[in-house]
């Protein structure tokens, strides 16, 4: 099979992260799930600034590469723990962005207070820490994402996030969601006042809108 178009999917959507600021250097990796069963992901220890299209690695979902010059991402086991338990699930991003890691790292939940964090499932939960690049790490995610298959995102405790996604430009969506609502939440704390949470009767219309629009649309 040819996997030069969802090596160069990966890669672009690597590079947009980083544009806009949730990746750093090479904190952070991003995968899609290939129609063959197999996934591609970034490689380990490459540079984003210095990463071509062809360094993206083919692997199978228990980590094995198939394809590639490189390791897969040493978070390979994140993005195939989440694979296994989801099979809807075809793209994951992990980042390390800044104000996930913060929230995380004291333990505060993402409360409904923004569409943006409504769209990926708030509350957005924190996972139990465990030494990123383990097995422990992708077991913790694909028990959230099973037990809450609306949640789009996760906080990964003194970590990072996780996003996850039906196509690996929902997934950035829904990574860059995340991340926007996590900054929105932390301004609405510096006021010193408490962020009003959206109330059920509120959740109420703007489901009821964005159904109709989505039948819109699609009529």
Same mark, same amino acid.
């Given at each position: 099979?040819?996997?030069?178009?969802?090596?160069?999917?990966?890669?672009?959507?690597?590079?947009?992260?980083?544009?806009?600021?949730?990746?750093?250097?090479?904190?952070?990796?991003?995968?899609?799930?290939?129609?063959?069963?197999?996934?591609?992901?970034?490689?380990?220890?490459?540079?984003?600034?210095?990463?071509?299209?062809?360094?993206?690695?083919? @692997?199978?979902?228990? +980590? =094995?590469?198939?394809?590639?010059? !490189?390791?897969?991402?040493?978070?390979?086991?994140?993005?195939? $723990? *989440?694979?296994?338990?989801?099979?809807?699930?075809?793209?994951?991003?992990?980042?390390?962005?800044?104000?996930?890691?913060?929230?995380?790292?004291?333990?505060?939940?993402?409360?409904?207070?923004?569409?943006?964090?409504?769209?990926?499932?708030?509350?957005?939960?924190?996972?139990?820490?465990?030494?990123?690049?383990?097995?422990?790490?992708?077991?913790?995610?694909?028990?959230?994402?099973?037990?809450?298959?609306?949640?789009?995102?996760?906080?990964?405790?003194?970590?990072? @996030?996780?996003?996850? +996604? =039906?196509?690996?430009?929902?997934? !950035?969506?829904?990574?860059?969601?995340?991340?926007?609502?996590? $900054? *929105?939440?932390?301004?609405?704390?510096?006021?010193?006042?408490?962020?009003?949470?959206?109330?059920?009767?509120?959740?109420?219309?703007?489901?009821?809108?964005?159904?109709?629009?989505?039948?819109?649309?699609?009529?």
């Amino acid at each position: 099979m040819d996997y030069s178009s969802y090596k160069k999917e990966v890669f672009d959507t690597t590079l947009k992260l980083v544009d806009i600021d949730l990746i750093r250097l090479s904190s952070g990796n991003v995968s899609v799930r290939i129609p063959d069963g197999n996934v591609a992901i970034t490689p380990s220890g490459v540079p984003y600034d210095l990463m071509k299209p062809e360094d993206i690695v083919i @692997m199978d979902l228990d +980590g =094995n590469k198939i394809e590639g010059h !490189y390791k897969p991402s040493s978070e390979k086991v994140l993005h195939n $723990e *989440i694979y296994k338990v989801r099979s809807d699930i075809q793209a994951v991003i992990h980042t390390h962005s800044i104000y996930s890691i913060a929230f995380s790292s004291v333990e505060m939940e993402l409360p409904i207070m923004c569409v943006e964090l409504l769209s990926v499932g708030a509350p957005i939960p924190v996972a139990d820490y465990h030494c990123p690049g383990t097995e422990e790490v992708g077991l913790v995610a694909a028990r959230y994402f099973t037990e809450n298959p609306r949640l789009k995102g996760l906080l990964l405790k003194n970590h990072g @996030m996780v996003a996850n +996604g =039906n196509s690996l430009y929902d997934a !950035y969506q829904n990574a860059y969601k995340l991340e926007t609502g996590a $900054e *929105i939440y932390h301004l609405a704390l510096q006021t010193g006042k408490k962020p009003v949470v959206l109330n059920e009767v509120q959740l109420a219309e703007i489901y009821s809108r964005y159904q109709k629009l989505k039948e819109k649309r699609n009529n």
